[in-house]
């Protein structure tokens, strides 16, 4: 069999045991604060009040414009590989 150590000794000892009790009892509510510090702040009141919806329409018409040019780029470009093939 082992020897038992100074150290099991101490930790099995009252003393120990309320330090451990402690110990724990310090992380499980460490742990309680930072789920709640998790949840953040609830900020529905500032942005329920923001409507991006014209950004959004802008953002979109240029994108769509954009890959109308791109469209017709490319189509030039194949009507020109096309006519030099011929």
């Known amino acids: 069999m ?23 009892g310090l992380f499980m509510s460490a742990s309680v604060m930072a789920q709640a510090a998790a949840t953040g702040p609830d900020l529905t009141a500032l942005t329920d009040a923001v ?3 014209t950004v959004i329409t802008a953002i979109l018409a240029v994108a769509a414009s954009l890959m109308g040019l791109y469209m017709a780029w490319k189509g030039a470009q194949f009507v020109i590989r096309a006519v030099r093939g011929a």
């Open 2 to 24: 082992q020897r038992i150590t100074h150290k099991v000794k101490r930790a099995l000892s009252f003393k120990g045991l309320c330090l451990l009790g402690g110990t724990a």
């Open 51 to 53: 409507d991006f919806s």
